[in-house]
């Protein structure tokens, strides 16, 4: 068998941005001691981006001797 060569061109995966967003939220506790008094505990919005990521394959080249 003759010599081959099999060549795999550059590929680039690419994840576009993302994010995640988390509305308010707000836990309230009743006092355990006297029923008036409340404690009230806000979590504000957060947000989680996710930039772009790219991951490049550089070429590869195999060779298969004869």
């Known amino acids: 068998m003759a010599d081959s060569t099999e060549t795999m061109a550059d590929s680039t995966v690419t994840m576009a941005d993302s ?3 988390m509305a308010d ?3 309230t506790m009743v006092d355990s001691t006297d029923s008036t008094m409340y404690s009230t505990e806000t979590i504000t919005d957060s947000t989680e981006t996710m ?3 790219s991951e490049p394959m550089a070429d590869s ?4 001797a004869d």
């Open 19 to 21: 994010t995640e967003t």
């Open 25 to 27: 939220s707000t836990v």
């Open 51 to 53: 930039a772009d990521s």
């Open 61 to 64: 080249t195999e060779t298969m």
